[in-house]
């Protein structure tokens, strides 16, 4: 006798029923080991764990005491023993595989699948390669089934065990592929594709299921894109390949077996070839495919070898299944088709067959495909494989009700459950529930349910409530009515159409009505991609503050791009591309130029990564390497501005998308027009022949400060060395004037003025001086604005020694040993104060101004501005010429009050926001709020306010406080 009391009571009160055999596993288990037994009594089968335990302990020395240790292992071991049986015996022939149930179980990705099954195959004779892909599937399939069966709700998990079980046949697929071709001749010559079907197809696949395939095969091509091999030869090399690829999967050999590779579903079923062309299925479902056929492509997915040549299957027989709806009778074939299956059902599995029975997984896919084929001619977004999806489609097409949908999905998520459950034991394709009360007792343990009782009245209870809806949505007349309708006549009304649109939010009915036909007119490929698209488009542009103009935009851009094959299919393909292009077209008008001048550039939506503002290194390599390209100078220019082009519309996509601050924009922004303005110098010095004169450019204000608007110009200086002959110096100023007209010139880029007017004297000095030039006028004439301007100053572009040179020199101007005096100070502020009363436009409203209005852009820049004159010579973190870096300085000093200092900051990141996104929206500069009340509130919508008078009220809030700071800070106010 143990320490445990093996006593029947004892024992049963456990969960325990083999009462020997209970008795002799336990006889040498220590009085410490009391918390595995009790792990082994709540698994779903406490005998099963407890003799799995038994046996794995002759092969892994020190389990047990490892299962006291360690509580994942504990957890998760005993919950495969105790739900499959045949992992449990594969376990015993591999206990090497105990280690990876002591770590925590996650699903494998697909490649680390792919991955894993191809190495198995890569090397060793076809036999142990074989055998290798056996034992490498396996262990895959113990992840997947240790993570289901330790999940804390199974149901929910389902669809995520189902895909990666999916996942994981792709990958056999492909290994058994990877192997057929080691071992048959000319497989290099032929392309072949694993088209799947049914539930692999659909990513829903079980745990044991037939792994529906079709195959079709192409010669492979050459360099030149010619066939390697003749058509003939390649279907005798495909159906070889095929047919060794199938044995490999489908064979039992000392390993085991995966499952059955079944490509009855080809076409004309097991009596046609194993393997056809594409042009051989295209006549076939072009002229003899049945209407059963096409809805057995529903779910078609190419799965493993050739997937573009799978693809091209797939699209091929893609309208066929979306029109067989149209075929007379197709409902009611359908309808005796599935009375057909439930006929053949024998009597004595009738009522416990989870798959084709009545109330069963066969009766919710039967009811969800029919409402997919039929109203799935015309709403596209109803066309999901895979069940659970599909349904939610209809639900919310409203072709289903709410109730309805949601009881039928968790319907099918219980009972797909209770199929993996049962399969899973002896990883045999089975769909009975069982009748021995053991595995009753099992099945309702590992699903939840506390006896066998229970899961019998859960499985009746739900086949009735699916038997209910079954009947209410397979056999619906109205569903009967809809399908006699041709597709061509479901679509909506002129009158419905319109006044659909003006429900959705657009104010031109009429016109959007146009533009949706130019899109969808005519019968060519991209016109039937249009008509799937629009639906969700127009929801999209609905969702945005213009719909019209996102309409009419997406109309001129497709126009643009019809005729290259990656842009509709990327739209198709990329959902959230399309999405993201549907924002910007009904949002700015200034990005919709950009993209109008550059329709290519819609490429840059298909990856969020393609959005991230590209370095300065990247810009500048790219601008010059487009200057470099032309010989003629404008053209060269022309090049560069092209590339400003797209990168500004990366920028405001990214911007409108809200994936860039308005800091980061500003930083990007700057680093645009600094690349654009060294690659177009270069050009302009080459073509002048001023390479070798030192000359610079020294970039001020809001391109020296690194914080660029939409609109800003560059403002610069420009100085060239000292000791130049004279042919040299005006060599360098034609340049200048050159390289200023050039990027000034208007044409199908935006235009990037550089600006003089900082330069010393301002407008009426010279344009380009040298370097002692500058050196003499500061120490002698310079006044305190100038010293202000230079706050900004820094290296721009071109000679770098150069441009250092002329910045050390300014650094006692801007930097002042000892600060401001009083004169200078007073100064400042007159000039201020003179600034905005003069600058003002006539009939602006300051409150309404971002730039020279109460807490705009001017009063936050010059307080910071002040503030450095005055300290920098004793705050380093003050010289900088970045408005934010160094109002953060001020504050880290104490030169600043930390509420100052915020609502200082909290203004002038608002103000730029509202002046670039009301450059954005409108796609005009302004430094004012847009009187139009459609446009403020576009502006307020892509701010996250609600409403124009929203967005004003909080603008106002904002700076008023920061105003008061200004009062107290830069007029000295108390």
């Given at each position: 006798?143990?320490?445990?009391?093996?006593?029947?009571?004892?024992l049963?009160r456990?969960?325990?029923?083999?009462l020997?055999?209970?008795?002799?596993?336990?006889?040498d288990?220590?009085?410490?080991?009391a918390?595995v037994l009790?792990a082994v009594a709540a698994?779903a089968d406490?005998d099963?764990?407890?003799?799995?335990v038994?046996?794995?302990?002759?092969?892994?020395?020190?389990?047990?005491q490892?299962?006291l240790?360690e509580?994942v292992?504990?957890?998760?071991?005993?919950?495969?023993?105790?739900c499959?049986?045949a992992l449990?015996?594969?376990?015993?022939r591999?206990?090497?595989?105990?280690?990876?149930?002591?770590?925590p179980a996650?699903?494998?990705a697909?490649?680390?699948?792919?991955?894993?099954?191809a190495?198995?195959?890569a090397?060793?004779?076809?036999?142990?390669?074989?055998d290798a892909?056996?034992?490498?599937?396996?262990r895959?399939?113990l992840?997947?089934?240790?993570v289901d069966?330790t999940?804390?709700?199974?149901?929910?998990?389902?669809?995520?065990?189902?895909?990666t079980?999916?996942?994981?046949?792709?990958?056999?697929?492909?290994?058994a592929?990877q192997?057929?071709?080691?071992t048959?001749?000319?497989?290099?010559?032929?392309?072949?594709?694993?088209v799947?079907?049914?539930?692999?197809g659909?990513?829903e696949?079980n745990?044991?299921?037939?792994?529906?395939?079709?195959?079709?095969?192409?010669?492979?091509l050459?360099?030149?894109?010619?066939?390697?091999?003749?058509?003939d030869?390649?279907l005798?090399v495909?159906t070889?390949l095929?047919?060794?690829?199938?044995r490999?999967?489908?064979a039992?050999?000392?390993a085991?077996t995966?499952?059955?590779v079944?490509?009855?579903?080809?076409p004309?079923?097991?009596a046609?070839p194993?393997?056809?062309?594409?042009?051989?299925m295209r006549?076939?479902?072009e002229?003899?495919?049945?209407?059963?056929?096409?809805?057995a492509?529903?779910?078609?997915r190419?799965?493993?070898?050739?997937?573009e040549?799978?693809?091209e299957?797939v699209?091929?027989v893609?309208?066929?299944?979306?029109?067989v709806?149209?075929?007379?009778?197709f409902?009611?074939?359908?309808?005796?088709?599935?009375r057909?299956?439930i006929?053949?059902?024998?009597?004595r599995?009738a009522?416990?067959?989870?798959k084709l029975?009545?109330g069963?997984?066969?009766?919710?896919?039967f009811?969800?495909?029919?409402?997919?084929?039929v109203?799935?001619?015309t709403?596209?977004s109803?066309?999901?494989?895979?069940?659970?999806?599909?349904?939610q489609?209809l639900?919310?097409g409203?072709?289903?009700g709410?109730?309805?949908?949601?009881?039928l999905?968790?319907?099918y998520?219980?009972?797909?459950?209770?199929e993996h459950?049962?399969q899973?034991f002896?990883?045999?394709?089975?769909?009975?529930?069982?009748t021995?009360?053991?595995?009753l007792r099992?099945?309702?343990?590992s699903?939840?349910?506390?006896s066998?009782e229970?899961?019998?009245?859960?499985?009746?209870?739900?086949s009735r409530?699916v038997?209910?809806?079954?009947?209410r949505l397979?056999?619906s007349?109205?569903?009967?009515?809809?399908a006699r309708?041709p597709?061509?006549?479901?679509?909506?009304t002129t009158?419905?159409?319109?006044?659909w649109?003006?429900?959705?939010?657009?104010?031109?009915?009429d016109?959007?009505?146009?533009?949706?036909?130019v899109?969808?007119q005519g019968?060519t490929r991209?016109a039937?991609i249009?008509?799937q698209?629009l639906?969700?488009?127009?929801?999209?542009?609905?969702?945005a503050p213009?719909?019209d103009h996102?309409?009419?935009?997406f109309?001129?851009v497709?126009?643009a791009?019809?005729?290259t094959?990656?842009?509709?299919?990327?739209?198709?393909?990329?959902?959230?591309?399309?999405?993201r292009?549907?924002?910007?077209?009904?949002?700015?008008?200034?990005?919709?130029?950009?993209?109008?001048?550059s329709?290519?550039s819609v490429?840059?939506?298909?990856k969020?990564?393609d959005l991230?503002?590209?370095?300065h290194g990247?810009?500048?390599?790219a601008?010059?390497?487009s200057?470099?390209?032309?010989?003629?100078?404008?053209k060269?220019?022309?090049?560069?501005?092209?590339?400003?082009r797209r990168?500004l519309?990366r920028?405001?996509?990214?911007?409108?998308l809200?994936?860039?601050?308005?800091?980061?924009?500003?930083?990007?922004?700057?680093?645009?027009?600094t690349?654009?303005?060294e690659a177009?110098?270069d050009v302009?010095?080459?073509?002048?022949?001023?390479?070798?004169?030192p000359l610079?450019?020294?970039?001020?204000?809001?391109?020296?400060?690194?914080?660029?608007s939409?609109?800003?110009?560059?403002?610069?200086?420009?100085?060239?060395?000292?000791d130049?002959e004279?042919?040299?110096?005006?060599?360098?100023?034609?340049?200048?004037?050159?390289?200023r007209?050039?990027?000034a010139r208007p044409?199908?880029?935006?235009?990037l003025?550089?600006?003089?007017g900082?330069?010393?004297?301002g407008?009426?000095?010279?344009m380009?001086r040298s370097?002692?030039?500058?050196?003499t006028?500061?120490q002698?004439?310079?006044?305190t604005?100038?010293?202000?301007?230079l706050?900004?100053?820094?290296?721009?572009?071109g000679?770098?020694a150069?441009?250092?040179?002329?910045?050390d020199t300014?650094?006692?101007?801007?930097?002042?040993?000892g600060?401001?005096?009083?004169?200078q100070?007073?100064?400042?502020?007159?000039?201020?104060?003179?600034?905005e009363s003069?600058?003002?436009?006539?009939?602006?409203?300051?409150?309404?101004?971002?730039?020279?209005?109460?807490?705009?852009?001017?009063?936050i820049?010059?307080?910071v501005?002040?503030?450095?004159?005055?300290?920098?010579?004793?705050?380093?973190?003050?010289?900088?010429?970045?408005?934010?870096?160094?109002?953060r300085a001020?504050?880290?000093?104490?030169?600043l009050?930390?509420?100052?200092?915020?609502?200082?900051e909290e203004?002038?990141l608002?103000?730029?926001r509202v002046?670039?996104?009301?450059?954005?929206v409108?796609g005009?500069?302004?430094d004012?709020?847009p009187?139009d009340?459609?446009?403020?509130?576009?502006?307020?919508?892509?701010?996250?306010?609600h409403g124009?008078?929203?967005?004003?009220?909080?603008y106002?809030?904002v700076?008023?406080?920061?105003?008061?700071?200004?009062?107290?800070?830069?007029?000295?106010?108390?």
């Amino acid at each position: 006798m143990t320490w445990l009391d093996t006593g029947v009571t004892a024992l049963l009160r456990r969960g325990l029923t083999d009462l020997e055999g209970a008795r002799a596993a336990l006889a040498d288990w220590p009085e410490e080991a009391a918390p595995v037994l009790d792990a082994v009594a709540a698994t779903a089968d406490p005998d099963l764990a407890l003799a799995g335990v038994r046996h794995l302990r002759q092969h892994v020395p020190g389990l047990l005491q490892r299962l006291l240790d360690e509580p994942v292992l504990r957890r998760q071991l005993l919950a495969v023993l105790a739900c499959s049986e045949a992992l449990a015996q594969h376990l015993d022939r591999h206990p090497e595989l105990v280690e990876e149930l002591a770590q925590p179980a996650r699903l494998p990705a697909r490649e680390e699948m792919l991955q894993a099954l191809a190495s198995a195959v890569a090397t060793g004779t076809e036999a142990a390669a074989t055998d290798a892909l056996r034992v490498a599937y396996r262990r895959l399939l113990l992840q997947v089934a240790t993570v289901d069966v330790t999940a804390e709700d199974p149901g929910a998990l389902l669809p995520q065990v189902a895909r990666t079980l999916t996942d994981l046949a792709d990958a056999t697929l492909a290994a058994a592929l990877q192997l057929a071709r080691r071992t048959v001749p000319g497989a290099d010559d032929v392309r072949l594709a694993v088209v799947a079907m049914g539930k692999c197809g659909a990513r829903e696949l079980n745990y044991v299921s037939d792994v529906d395939v079709v195959f079709v095969c192409e010669p492979a091509l050459d360099e030149h894109g010619e066939p390697v091999t003749g058509t003939d030869r390649a279907l005798a090399v495909g159906t070889r390949l095929a047919a060794a690829m199938t044995r490999a999967c489908s064979a039992h050999t000392a390993a085991g077996t995966i499952w059955e590779v079944d490509a009855a579903l080809r076409p004309e079923g097991k009596a046609g070839p194993l393997v056809r062309t594409l042009a051989s299925m295209r006549g076939y479902y072009e002229r003899w495919a049945k209407p059963w056929e096409f809805q057995a492509l529903l779910k078609a997915r190419p799965a493993a070898g050739d997937l573009e040549l799978g693809r091209e299957l797939v699209e091929l027989v893609a309208p066929g299944v979306w029109s067989v709806g149209d075929t007379p009778g197709f409902v009611a074939d359908t309808q005796a088709m599935r009375r057909r299956v439930i006929d053949l059902i024998p009597a004595r599995e009738a009522g416990r067959e989870l798959k084709l029975g009545e109330g069963g997984l066969r009766d919710v896919e039967f009811s969800v495909q029919l409402l997919q084929l039929v109203h799935g001619r015309t709403d596209e977004s109803l066309r999901a494989p895979a069940t659970l999806d599909a349904l939610q489609a209809l639900v919310e097409g409203g072709y289903v009700g709410r109730s309805d949908g949601a009881e039928l999905a968790e319907a099918y998520r219980f009972e797909r459950l209770l199929e993996h459950r049962v399969q899973l034991f002896r990883l045999r394709r089975t769909h009975l529930l069982p009748t021995e009360p053991e595995q009753l007792r099992r099945l309702a343990r590992s699903v939840g349910l506390r006896s066998r009782e229970a899961v019998e009245e859960a499985w009746l209870t739900t086949s009735r409530q699916v038997r209910t809806l079954h009947r209410r949505l397979f056999y619906s007349p109205l569903l009967e009515a809809v399908a006699r309708i041709p597709s061509d006549r479901l679509r909506l009304t002129t009158a419905a159409a319109r006044d659909w649109l003006r429900a959705l939010g657009f104010l031109d009915p009429d016109q959007a009505l146009h533009n949706i036909e130019v899109l969808t007119q005519g019968m060519t490929r991209a016109a039937g991609i249009q008509r799937q698209l629009l639906p969700a488009m127009l929801g999209w542009f609905a969702e945005a503050p213009n719909p019209d103009h996102g309409l009419l935009a997406f109309n001129q851009v497709s126009t643009a791009l019809g005729s290259t094959s990656w842009y509709l299919r990327a739209l198709r393909d990329e959902g959230a591309m399309a999405q993201r292009l549907a924002r910007i077209l009904a949002t700015s008008r200034y990005a919709v130029d950009l993209l109008r001048r550059s329709p290519e550039s819609v490429q840059l939506l298909a990856k969020t990564e393609d959005l991230v503002p590209r370095t300065h290194g990247q810009l500048c390599e790219a601008t010059r390497a487009s200057g470099r390209r032309h010989g003629d100078p404008e053209k060269a220019v022309a090049a560069i501005r092209s590339v400003r082009r797209r990168e500004l519309f990366r920028v405001a996509a990214a911007d409108v998308l809200g994936l860039l601050d308005v800091e980061q924009v500003g930083q990007a922004l700057t680093d645009i027009s600094t690349a654009t303005i060294e690659a177009a110098l270069d050009v302009v010095r080459r073509d002048t022949g001023t390479s070798d004169v030192p000359l610079a450019l020294i970039s001020m204000g809001r391109w020296g400060g690194q914080e660029m608007s939409y609109a800003s110009d560059a403002d610069a200086m420009f100085v060239v060395g000292d000791d130049l002959e004279e042919q040299q110096r005006s060599a360098a100023s034609s340049a200048i004037t050159r390289l200023r007209a050039l990027m000034a010139r208007p044409g199908p880029d935006p235009a990037l003025p550089i600006d003089a007017g900082l330069r010393p004297e301002g407008k009426d000095g010279p344009m380009v001086r040298s370097l002692a030039s500058y050196r003499t006028y500061y120490q002698r004439w310079s006044s305190t604005w100038e010293a202000q301007a230079l706050v900004r100053a820094t290296v721009g572009a071109g000679d770098v020694a150069l441009a250092r040179a002329l910045l050390d020199t300014v650094e006692p101007l801007r930097w002042p040993e000892g600060g401001l005096s009083e004169q200078q100070r007073r100064e400042i502020r007159r000039l201020k104060a003179r600034m905005e009363s003069e600058r003002l436009p006539r009939g602006a409203d300051p409150a309404r101004h971002t730039k020279l209005g109460p807490g705009g852009l001017s009063d936050i820049e010059w307080t910071v501005q002040l503030l450095q004159l005055d300290h920098a010579h004793q705050v380093p973190g003050l010289r900088t010429t970045q408005t934010l870096t160094a109002l953060r300085a001020a504050r880290a000093e104490g030169l600043l009050a930390e509420e100052d200092a915020e609502a200082l900051e909290e203004a002038w990141l608002l103000a730029s926001r509202v002046r670039n996104t009301v450059m954005l929206v409108r796609g005009k500069a302004s430094d004012s709020f847009p009187t139009d009340p459609v446009d403020l509130a576009a502006v307020a919508e892509l701010l996250g306010h609600h409403g124009g008078s929203h967005l004003l009220e909080h603008y106002g809030r904002v700076t008023r406080r920061a105003r008061s700071v200004v009062d107290r800070v830069f007029w000295g106010g108390a």
